[in-house]
């Protein structure tokens, strides 16, 4: 039996854990989720209703369930003296780096996990999602129960946090697992001597995005769209600039953003003062059977990503490969592993962050020049199938675990 660790769950904006989950079980892995947060939507992906296994929520707050939390560590510290005190000096040493009270609150969350949701579970390895917060939980609840555990970084996650923290976690765990080369050579760089550092692409189902939206010429208003949270690190003011570039040049489009996030009131205002409110539809987080319909009508994808001013970036972004299985052509910036996938001319068009002219000059060629926008179509989806189809890739995962001994009999 696994443990999986994870931030929130279900995520809406986190399909490709869902996914996961759902295949290992698949392969006959054993799952029991431990979640750092309730839901957030009120609707979940498909994947979700497939999984079996059982979720678990710690508490969410240090303040609000301090007398819970105190009481399952002082009873876990009475009767593991020896783990409690080792876990409780590497939180010290921890806190003493970052000044953060949340470590103080993972080394809780961790012995409340511990001492009252572990035991009767059958769990032997403990698997966090993300290397801030739920690695931390992993980390404090390895020093408490002795169980290994294993963690897979992403994009924020890895280069949000303070690198000293990061390295200890990478140092201490048994395997670490990453989404992209860009990523893997960042970490390997945090501590060389560490070999067991691992890329696993996240991908995509490629069957449930499968059915192409194009086989027609693109016609004016042409449909462009994105998906994204909305925060700085998606680059989105470069793209609505880059419309007003194209409505500027006399070209007809519906622009359609799906997403939200903390910078949402600053970039629908931003809208406003480009004067492209009457082209645009900001539609909000969507299921999955809505995004599909919104692939099938786009002629374009777009994103603007870049590396925000706290050094948060992105990795793959997963809606770049669903708009590829449709078969809607994909302009990107050159950031982080984006060119793992998005290949100048053949699997898409990159531009430089922070561009709107050349962006504006992207979308065009992509829109009007039939020859690259085939070329690029066939590319993709080519692409995809090869290197991040999730059925395939998730045997490079399987594998690790089974090394670790941790499949059913």
Request: proline share 5%; glycine share 6%; with cysteine.
């Amino acid at each position: 039996m696994i443990g999986y660790i994870l931030k929130g769950y279900p995520r809406i904006s986190e399909t490709f854990i869902s996914n996961e989950i759902h295949l290992l079980e698949n392969l006959d892995f054993s799952l029991h989720l431990f979640s750092m947060r309730q839901p957030r939507e009120s609707f979940t992906h498909r994947s979700v209703k497939q999984i079996r296994a059982q979720v678990d929520y710690l508490p969410e707050t240090l303040l609000a369930h301090l007398p819970c939390l105190l009481y399952h560590n002082l009873l876990l510290a009475r009767s593991r003296p020896a783990d409690y005190s080792r876990a409780f000096r590497l939180m010290l040493a921890r806190f003493r780096r970052t000044k953060k009270v949340a470590t103080i609150k993972h080394l809780f969350q961790a012995g409340y996990l511990v001492h009252s949701l572990l035991p009767g579970t059958g769990v032997r390895h403990l698997h966090a999602h993300f290397a801030h917060s739920p690695t931390s939980v992993a980390l404090f609840a390895n020093k408490l129960s002795g169980l290994p555990f294993s963690f897979t970084a992403h994009a924020k996650d890895i280069y949000t946090s303070d690198p000293r923290q990061l390295q200890e976690k990478i140092e201490l765990a048994e395997f670490v697992v990453t989404c992209t080369d860009y990523n893997r050579s960042f970490l390997r760089g945090l501590s060389p001597g560490k070999n067991a550092i691992y890329r696993i692409y996240h991908g995509i189902d490629a069957g449930f995005f499968s059915t192409p939206s194009q086989g027609r010429k693109p016609s004016p208003p042409y449909r462009v769209l994105s998906i994204a949270r909305l925060v700085e690190k998606k680059g989105l003011p470069t793209v609505f600039r880059a419309l007003r570039h194209l409505a500027d040049q006399g070209h007809s489009f519906r622009y359609t953003l799906i997403g939200d996030g903390e910078e949402r009131q600053a970039l629908l205002k931003f809208l406003h003062r480009l004067r492209l409110d009457n082209m645009c539809d900001w539609l909000g987080t969507q299921p999955h059977e809505k995004v599909l319909d919104q692939y099938r009508k786009a002629d374009l994808f777009v994103l603007g990503c870049e590396v925000a001013k706290n050094g948060d970036r992105d990795g793959i972004p997963n809606v770049f490969l669903e708009s590829m299985a449709m078969g809607v052509p994909v302009l990107a910036t050159r950031v982080s592993a984006i060119p793992e996938l998005v290949e100048n001319g053949r699997t898409g068009v990159l531009v430089e962050p922070g561009q709107p002219e050349a962006m504006a000059e992207g979308m065009a060629r992509l829109l009007f020049d039939l020859n690259l926008r085939n070329r690029v179509i066939t590319g993709a989806r080519q692409k995809v199938r090869d290197d991040f189809d999730n059925r395939k890739l998730i045997s490079n995962l399987a594998a690790l675990f089974e090394q670790a001994g941790l499949k059913d009999a």
